[in-house]
C-alpha cells in the first residue's frame, strides 16, 4: 500500500508533508550511521552525486557556511546549502543560493522518501530513520535531482555519528570546539573534539578554526592516521587584528601562504567573526585548488561584505536600537560579553534572554550579569518539541549581576516595555537561545 502512495493519486499537501517529517523519533539518535546510510541506499545514494563541503564546530557553523556560500556566489556559481535550525520557515534548511527550496520541491521528496522509512519501520528493529536522517536523506536527494556548483552541507550535531556523515568532501571544515550537547558528545573538550574530527576524511583537506591545544591534538592526530592534510588557524592561516568601523563593519586582512587578501569588511560582529571568515576563504581556497580553479581575491572580499546571516549580531531596529543574537552556550556567550565590553561599553544594555532548561543557564547568567552595563530581564518562550525554556521565577535570585535583575515571562511584553524606558543611545539585545531568536524574528517582520 505505501507504494501506491507515492505512485499515487492524491498529491500530499505541505502540511501534510510537514507533519510526516516532525513526526519522526525527533530526538533519538542511533548509534551508528547504518540507519541514514540504508535509507540513502534505498534512494539510489545520492549523496555520491554532489560536490560538496562539510562544516562542523559547537559554534561559527552557520556563520561559515553563509561566508561560505557568498564567496562562491561571488565566484560566479550556484551555491546549495544545508542548515539548521530553520528561523522562519522550514524549507530554509535546503536552499539555493539562500532562497529556501520550494513547497512542492519539498512535497515530492517527502512522496520519495515515505514510502520507503515507513518500509524501514516495519522491518528494522526498533525503528526507520529520525527525523533528522529524513531531512538529511531530502537534501542529498534535492541535490542529486537539481545539480550545483558546490553543496555546503553543516552537521547537524557532533560529526563522526551526524547523519550528514556519509559522504566524501572535498574539504572538511572546523570551526570551534566548546562545551555544549555533553550528555551526546561527552563532558571534555578531547571527548568533543574526537567526535567533530569524525569528519576529517581519508586524504581529504581540513580546516581548523581557532580550537584550543587539547583540541587541536585531538584533530591533529586524526589527520595524520587518515592522511588528511590539516590547515589550522593562526599557523597556516590567519588574519590581522579586527578593526571596528562606524557603520556597523568590522575590517581585517586574511593571509596564507600563497594569499594575502586585505581590507576585507564584515558587517557580522564579533571578535570570532574574522575566524570564521578566514576557515570559509581557507575552504574556498582549498576546494578551488582541488579543482583546479582559480582563486578569486575580489569574490573573496564581495562575498564576506555582502554576508549577512540571521540571529548573529543583527540588528533588526534602530530607534530604539535592537539586535539580535543566538548564543545558546558558554562559549558563544564570552564571545558576546568580549564584544560588548569593547564596543559597546559607554551604552547601557539591556538583554533579554531566554535560555532552554537543558543548557548552562546559570553560568551564561552570571557571565552576562557580570557586565556593569548590562540590565537582564529574564523571560520565557516557547520551545521546540519536548524541551522547556528555563523557570526564570525560581532562578533569578541566584543570578550573580551588577545590576538588578527582572522577571517578565511574556518577551513580547518585555521588548515593548523596555523600549517604552529606554534612553536614545541604549542598546536592546535579545538572546540566548536560536529557537527564542526565532519568534523574536517573526514579531519583527509582521512589524
Given at each position: ?60 557553523k552557520g556563520s ?128 568533543i573534539a574526537s ?193 522547556q525554556s528555563v ?57
Amino acid at each position: 500500500m505505501a507504494r501506491l502512495f507515492f505512485e499515487g493519486m492524491t498529491k500530499m499537501d505541505y502540511e501534510t508533508a510537514l507533519s510526516f517529517i516532525h513526526g519522526r523519533y525527533k530526538f533519538k539518535k542511533h548509534p551508528s550511521l547504518d540507519i541514514i546510510k540504508d535509507l540513502l541506499n534505498r534512494l539510489g545514494n545520492p549523496q555520491k552525486d554532489i560536490n560538496a563541503i562539510h562544516v562542523a564546530g559547537t559554534n561559527g557553523k552557520g556563520s561559515t557556511v553563509a561566508y561560505l556560500r557568498n564567496i562562491f556566489q561571488a565566484d560566479h556559481k550556484t551555491v546549495g546549502t544545508f542548515t539548521s535550525p530553520f528561523l522562519i520557515k522550514f524549507n530554509e534548511r535546503i536552499s539555493v543560493d539562500g532562497n529556501p527550496i520550494s513547497d512542492e520541491d519539498l512535497i515530492e521528496l517527502v512522496e520519495k522518501i515515505k514510502p520507503i522509512a515507513e518500509e524501514m519501520d516495519e522491518t528494522i528493529v526498533g525503528g526507520g530513520p529520525t527525523e533528522f536522517e529524513i531531512i538529511t536523506a531530502m537534501m542529498f536527494l534535492y541535490f542529486a535531482k537539481h545539480p550545483v556548483d558546490v553543496v555546503i552541507v553543516e552537521v547537524g550535531i557532533g560529526g563522526i555519528l551526524d547523519s550528514t556523515n556519509v559522504f566524501e568532501p572535498t574539504v572538511s571544515v572546523i570551526t570551534t570546539i566548546g562545551m555544549d550537547h555533553m550528555k551526546l558528545l561527552g563532558d571534555t573538550i578531547p571527548e568533543i573534539a574526537s567526535q567533530k574530527a569524525g569528519i576529517i576524511k581519508q586524504n581529504r583537506p581540513v580546516v581548523i578554526g581557532k580550537v584550543d591545544d587539547d583540541a587541536m591534538e585531538v584533530f591533529k592526530n586524526k589527520a595524520a592516521e587518515v592522511d588528511a592534510p590539516l590547515y589550522a588557524y593562526g599557523s597556516e592561516f590567519n588574519t590581522s587584528k579586527p578593526v571596528m568601523n562606524n557603520n556597523w563593519q568590522q575590517s581585517f586582512d586574511y593571509e596564507d601562504d600563497d594569499n594575502l587578501v586585505r581590507n576585507i569588511k564584515t558587517s557580522l560582529l564579533g571578535f570570532y567573526q574574522p575566524h570564521n571568515a578566514a576557515c570559509a576563504i581557507k575552504a574556498y581556497v582549498l576546494h578551488q585548488q582541488d579543482k583546479g580553479k582559480e582563486v578569486n581575491s575580489s569574490a573573496i572580499v564581495s562575498g564576506i561584505e555582502k554576508t549577512t546571516w540571521p540571529g548573529r549580531f543583527e540588528r533588526v531596529n534602530d530607534q530604539p536600537l535592537v539586535v539580535l543574537d543566538g548564543a545558546h552556550n558558554i562559549d558563544a556567550i564570552n564571545e558576546i560579553k568580549k564584544l560588548l565590553t569593547k564596543d559597546f561599553a559607554s551604552n547601557e544594555i539591556y538583554i533579554i534572554i531566554g535560555i532552554l532548561a537543558d543548557k548552562d543557564y546559570m553560568d551564561m547568567l552570571n557571565i552576562l550579569g557580570s557586565i556593569k552595563n548590562v540590565h537582564l530581564e529574564l523571560t520565557k518562550f516557547e520551545a521546540y518539541g519536548s524541551r522547556q525554556s528555563v523557570d526564570v521565577d525560581e532562578i533569578s535570585g541566584q543570578i550573580k549581576a551588577k545590576n538588578p535583575v527582572s522577571v517578565i515571562d511574556d518577551w513580547k511584553q518585555a521588548i515593548a516595555q523596555t523600549a517604552g524606558e529606554m534612553s536614545e543611545d541604549d542598546m536592546i539585545l535579545i538572546t540566548g537561545s536560536l529557537y527564542f531568536i526565532s519568534d523574536v524574528r517573526k514579531l519583527f517582520k509582521l512589524e
